[in-house]
Nanobody, 120 residues
């Protein structure tokens, strides 16, 4: 079984920065990608960013390019550095493990989520 534990969420003002972290444990798959999704109240869950096994390749949703940076410390840790936060970034952020499928990142395992709230 795979466990993903997120940390670093909180309440910040618009324009601030926040860093989310995620640690994987258990029977993790081989050479997996890690990524982040988010879900705001009343909205569908959406892709935010993903990073390859090596950490060299990163992928972002258009709405976070230039503001968010995903990184990978090692095989089981990933971080999402968020800058210039906007109220519309308010959501529950989920850490995932997955693979590249076709033309997109496809998650297989999900964390419980961490809440990010950005006040105006």
């Amino acid at each position: 079984q795979v466990q993903l534990v997120e940390s670093g969420g909180g309440l910040v003002q618009a324009g601030a920065s926040l860093r989310l972290s995620c640690v994987a444990s258990g029977r993790t798959p081989t050479m997996y990608m890690m990524g982040w999704f988010r879900q705001a109240p009343g909205k569908e869950r959406e892709f935010v960013a993903a990073v390859s096994w090596s950490g060299r390749n990163t992928y972002y949703a258009d709405f976070v390019k230039g503001r968010f940076t995903i990184s990978r410390d090692n095989a089981k840790n990933t971080n999402l550095q968020m800058a210039s936060l906007k109220p519309e970034d308010t959501a529950t952020y989920y850490c995932t493990i997955g693979l590249w499928s076709g033309s997109e990142y496809s998650p297989n395992y999900w964390g419980q989520g961490t809440q990010v709230t950005v006040s105006s």
